[in-house]
């Protein structure tokens, strides 16, 4: 599961105090029009396997400028997604498609997400947000025809505050409470998650969140996938200011977070991933689960005081990472072992260092044909870069995009959705020329774009 993920470019926060001083705050504002695509943070798939390709796509509207009074979450059918994009006369950047027929279901949510994420068994979907201190559960039916896709116990398409988790610490075992600026989220089968067996009280729906923030902290819930939600087990607090994003490598059984670490050192050399781990004291049931700092880990090869903005596995090579680097921009594929340690190492080998455009924002990947791709948005650089997972090398570039940011690749479709966050909408960008064996490198490299899901609104102040 991917992931989302991460602080919002600088541009994005100067556009957000702009807002915040131009609105007027007495003014509750009306709520997004219907099926409306606007300053989307976020793109998600439906299930999918090699042979079954993905429903739905779930897109995540921030309402960034606050426009609206509120964001929303759409779920897109994927099979009137392609017809539509088969129906236009001439593929390209000129085929807009109306995202009304093709929306098949949509609730509202507080403004500003930047946090979500898919529960293990594909019944949850949950979002956090800059506006609202707490973590929102919608439960997803993927099998759903017609609405019903997404369930909050929405009124007027608005998900119920009952779906809110972490704002009291009444609601919490240990009085903890949800702190603000999430950037980053991942679920967690409870197994894994902890490296202990199940209790006899789990089932197969258990799974753990942990929430990134701004701030220093990483939240920790547990949802054993009943009506209840999500619980608020512990808030690990005191890490160093300025994570970026998480991910949770199953081998090394810790979650590693990327930062913004221009001037935080570890002997002379950047602290650039810090550790998280979780445990499940033994002989105590679940709700006892907590959250430690296992330290931080610098990245050998690479510049000291480097600025990372995402972090991602590598699914095809157990124990690497795939990290979004700053200055210059690239990707590092690092390895952090596949197997857990009594005593972590305090640094770790960059196999790969593949330049990009600038600012690299989002990792997304997947397979297309016998290709295993890595895609990666870079917001500052109007541009996607597609990579090779085994060895880095550039296999394709979409060039002249508005705003980059959050995107995933639909295997059996071979296409990759591109949320553009500047321009509100969503490229469908065909992949399949990147199967043929017939193509050398050169000819890889240029990727098109089929159609664009919703009517461009660029935003100016972002040009």
Known sequence: MRRVRALLSSSLIALAVLAGTACNLGNLGDPPPAADIY?????????????????????????????????????????????????????????????????????????????????????????????????????????????????????DRRCSDDRQRGASAAGSPRGFVFPPEPVGMVTLPVGVASGAPPSSSSTPADNFVMVAHRSGQVSLFYDNGTGDGPTLLHVLAGLPLEPTDLAFDPGSGLAYLSVYARTSTVSGLARILLRVGLTQPAGQEIDASFLYDAGAVVIDGVAAQRDTR?????????????????????????????????????????????????????????????????????????????????????????????????????????R??????????????????????????????????????GFPKVVMELQ
């Open 39 to 155: 300053l989307p943070t976020g793109v998600l798939l439906s299930q999918q396997s090699e042979t079954s390709a993905p429903r739905f796509l779930y897109l995540i509207n921030s309402n960034f400028d606050l426009r609206y009074n509120r964001g929303s979450v759409q779920a897109f059918d994927l099979d009137r997604l392609a017809a539509a994009v088969d129906s236009c006369a001439t593929p390209g950047v000129d085929c807009q498609l109306d995202p009304v027929p093709i929306l098949t279901d949509e609730v509202l949510v507080p403004s500003l997400a930047t946090s979500f994420a898919i529960s293990p068994d594909r019944r949850r979907l949950y979002v956090a947000t800059r506006t609202d201190p707490s973590m929102m559960f919608i439960d997803l039916d993927e099998q759903a025809d017609g609405e019903d896709v997404l369930k909050c116990d929405e009124v």
């Open 416 to 453: 990759l959705y591109l949320a553009d966050f500047r321009a509100s909408s969503v490229q469908v960008i065909d992949l399949s020329h990147l199967a043929s064996p017939d193509l050398d490198a050169a000819a890889r490299t240029d990727t098109p774009i089929l159609a664009t899901l």
């Open 310 to 414: 995402a972090v991602a596995l590598n699914p095809w090579q157990p124990g690497q990472l795939l990290v979004a680097a700053r200055d210059p921009a690239s990707i590092l594929y690092v390895d952090v072992g596949s197997t857990r340690a009594q005593t972590p190492p305090t640094s770790v080998p960059t196999r790969h260092i593949a330049p990009v455009a600038a600012g690299p924002d989002r990792i997304a990947s997947g397979q297309v044909g016998d290709l295993q791709i890595v895609a990666v948005s870079c917001f500052d650089g109007h541009a996607v870069y597609l990579l090779d997972a085994s060895d880095s090398n550039l296999l394709g570039i979409i060039h002249n995009l508005n705003g980059p940011f959050e995107l995933a690749i639909d295997s059996v479709r071979q």
